[in-house]
């Protein structure tokens, strides 16, 4: 199959190779990300529109809210750091009266944060390929991929946003990452997040959970969880969608999440698009060999420091008795 190493909804290809894959490696569609970046020379955009829908009687609360993400991603300097730049137009209509149920409009940029992420741990694992002397210990687990990648995010939240959206001040955002590799096919992610932090009453904590699995080599599917800690009020929410790869450099996917209410309907869904630009070149690595001696391409100096002068020696005392 052409696209067997697509893995899963975000996280695709074999990681132990390092952070550059063989097909596009999109964060999309669901909200957790993961620690390994797109490779460098590679540049990568994200987007997509969605809509959310509130039905919640509550001053100060949207109705409805729809707009555009764009990320945009690019692997510079080394395989393992990655930079970002994450952006949200946005248009709600707010509650102002619950007896009439009129609204008001507010439009405008919501986020605009500036990113990296670099990746300090990845484990190795078996290659159950090349075990052909035990059938069981080919296909028994391995028990070292329990052992999560590990990843830091830090971000700068500015002000660059809409009238409606503006904040106090500029303010950072940090995310620790996690990645578990089950099989091929099986990834789980989480990510510990922190963000707002300077900013007292904007500043959330939470977490995200996420489960992909690739069905074929180009259709996949994900669940998700996730929790937000805020000073007043805490959200949890629960989704889930899939991604359809066309092409190596190319993905198509759509989602739908639910916050876990019962008495009150909060539905947001989304469609989305990514594409790379691939530029990226493998480093060549140049093994010494026998006919390199040979032919001058290496100049090999075969022997410890001590063969090699009593060699010199022999040579020299050759050359003497020829001259005599």
């Known amino acids: ?62 109705k409805t809210s729809g707009g555009m993400d764009l990320f945009l991603r690019s692997g510079l300097l080394w395989e393992k750091f990655e930079l970002n730049l994450d952006l949200r137009f946005q248009s709600d209509q707010i509650l102002q ?12 940029i919501s986020q605009f944060t500036f990113g990296a992420k670099y990746l300090f741990y990845m484990p190795k694992y078996k290659d159950p390929n090349k075990e052909i002397r035990s059938w069981k210990r080919k296909w ?46 099986l990834i ?22 996420t489960l992909s699995y690739s069905m074929t080599d180009r259709f996949s599917i994900f669940g998700e969880t996730q929790g937000i800690f805020r000073k007043e009020n805490n959200e949890f929410l629960f989704g889930g969608g899939f991604a359809y790869l066309p092409s190596k450099d190319m993905q198509i996917d759509i989602f739908a999440r639910h916050e876990v209410e019962f008495d009150y309907l909060n539905l947001y869904t989304g469609l989305g698009f990514s594409w790379r630009l691939d530029r990226h070149k493998d480093k060549v690595i140049y093994k010494k060999t026998n ?14 420091f001590f063969q090699r002068i009593f060699k010199k020696k022999k040579k020299r005392r050759r050359s003497k008795r020829r001259r005599r």
């Open 291 to 304: 006919n390199d001696v040979g032919s001058g391409k290496v100049n090999a100096k075969k022997g410890n």
């Open 140 to 185: 028994t687990f391995d028990k070292k991929r329990l052992i999560p990648s590990i990843g830091l995010y830090a971000g700068l939240n500015t002000n660059f946003l809409g009238t409606a959206y503006k904040m106090p001040s500029l303010s950072p955002k940090v995310v620790l990452l996690l990645q578990n590799d089950f099989s091929p096919y």
């Open 1 to 62: 199959m052409k696209y067997l190493s697509f893995l899963g909804l975000f996280f695709i290809g074999n990681i132990i190779f390092g952070q550059y894959t063989e097909v596009i490696n999109s964060k999309r569609p669901g909200f957790s990300e993961s620690p390994f970046g797109i490779g460098t020379k590679v540049y990568q955009i994200e987007t997509g529109g969605f809509y959310q829908y509130n039905d919640k009687q509550e001053l100060g609360t949207f």
């Open 97 to 108: 009266d619950i007896a009439s149920g009129d609204t008001f409009s507010q439009s405008g």
């Open 188 to 209: 789980w992610v989480n990510n510990v997040i922190g963000d707002y932090l300077t900013l007292s009453d904007q500043r959330t904590f939470g977490y995200i959970s």
